[in-house]
T-cell receptor, first 110, second 116 residues
Framework: EDKVVQSPLSLVVHEGDTVTLNCSYE??????LLWYKQEKKAPTFLFML????IEKKSGRLSSILDKKELFSILNITATQTGDSAVYLC??????????FGDGTTLTVKP | DSGVTQTPKHLITATGQRVTLRCSPR?????VYWYQQSLDQGLQFLIQ???????AKGNILERFSAQQFPDLHSELNLSSLELGDSALYFC???????????????FGEGSRLTVL
């Protein structure tokens, strides 16, 4: 059975801290790994990763994929209260058939 | 705003009833996906349509069905509702849906279904 496991389940940090969120997976027909940020409502797309070892960056967020060890990490540096959200990792198994992890709830305190 | 519109935003109904959730994808997107998000199961892929045709099926119950119309909007029909069907139902869209799929999904704000 396809599985995506995120850790930690929740995390509380203070503004300015750096956090690392983990995502490991066991799926058939891996196409890509995706990170989403879910605040109160709809998940919003952050990154899509298809190749091992190539870091994707967007501002203070970065992510990397290791296809040999079957995991990805999402780093957030200099966290802000606006980074508080649920971060979802998903593996696309082809044509949008994505398996999502349960998410990591990040709380950033002032 | 992702450009994906879902209605209704909230729905309360009784067990045994039937409801229809509606989704309008972003302009130009051919693919529509339905996901169910419940407290104990996270986001679960239900079904995908591409340009009017069913493309992929996930953990969708037989009591549920969906379709995509010529104008590309989609409806998810849930029947013989049970308490356990209470969840947030998301629709997402993407430009492609096959070999041209980029992986980026645009999610609507969801329809929250409560079954009493």
């Amino acid at each position: 059975e396809d599985k995506v496991v995120q850790s930690p389940l929740s995390l509380v940090v203070h503004e300015g801290d750096t956090v690392t969120l983990n995502c490991s997976y066991e799926v058939t027909n891996f196409r890509s790994l995706l990170w989403y940020k879910q605040e109160k409502k709809a998940p919003t797309f952050l990154f899509m990763l298809t190749s091992s070892g190539i870091e994707k960056k967007s501002g203070r967020l970065s992510s990397i994929l290791d296809k040999k060890e079957l995991f990805s990490i999402l780093n957030i540096t200099a966290t802000q209260t606006g980074d508080s959200a649920v971060y979802l990792c998903a593996v696309d198994r082809g044509a949008g058939k994505s398996t999502f992890g349960d998410g990591t709830t990040l709380t950033v305190k002032p | 705003d992702s450009g994906v519109t879902q209605t209704p935003k909230h729905l309360i109904t009784a067990t045994g009833q039937r409801v229809t959730l509606r989704c309008s994808p972003r302009s130009g997107d051919l693919s529509v996906y339905w996901y169910q998000q419940s407290l104990d199961q996270g986001l679960q892929f239900l079904i995908q349509y591409y340009n009017g045709e069913e493309r992929a099926k996930g953990n969708i119950l037989e009591r549920f069905s969906a379709q995509q119309f010529p104008d590309l909007h989609s409806e998810l029909n849930l029947s013989s509702l049970e308490l356990g069907d209470s969840a947030l139902y998301f629709c997402a869209s993407s430009v492609g849906g096959g070999a041209d799929y980029t992986g980026e999904l645009f999610f609507g704000e969801g329809s929250r279904l409560t079954v009493l």
